[in-house]
């Protein structure tokens, strides 16, 4: 071989595992991110074991979303089931339960949490 030929070859080389190297470092940049940047959902049910009328389920809806944490509500009226998404660093569901209690927007004879 001739030095033209292994000054290319070695160029590639150089080329090639400085490409692989800056795509790793992006990579493991995006990554390390996109981490820091997911928040904590938690999931949870109020079993009302009653069917909901509209403005029920309206006013349930209204306080829930108003508290602290909570991002979710969704209802099911004719099963009365509530199940709703909240931050547990901000919330809990005691305190979800217990907020709609003292609003006496529920009755206290519900289940789930």
Request: hydrophobic share 40%; glycine share 6%.
């Amino acid at each position: 071989m001739n030095t033209k030929t292994i000054t290319r070859f070695g160029a590639g080389l150089l080329f090639m595992s400085l490409l692989m190297l800056s795509t790793l470092l992006i990579y493991a940049r995006s990554m390390h991110s996109s981490n820091q940047q997911k928040e904590l959902r938690q999931l949870s049910f109020i079993n009302l074991d009653k069917q909901l009328n509209y403005t029920e389920a309206a006013e349930i809806k209204a306080v829930m979303l108003q508290m602290e944490g909570v991002c979710k509500v969704n209802l099911n009226r004719q099963n009365g089931l509530i199940t709703y998404m909240y931050d547990p660093l901000k919330q809990s569901s005691d305190n979800v339960y217990n907020k709609l209690l003292t609003e006496q927007v529920i009755t206290g004879k519900e289940t789930g949490q």
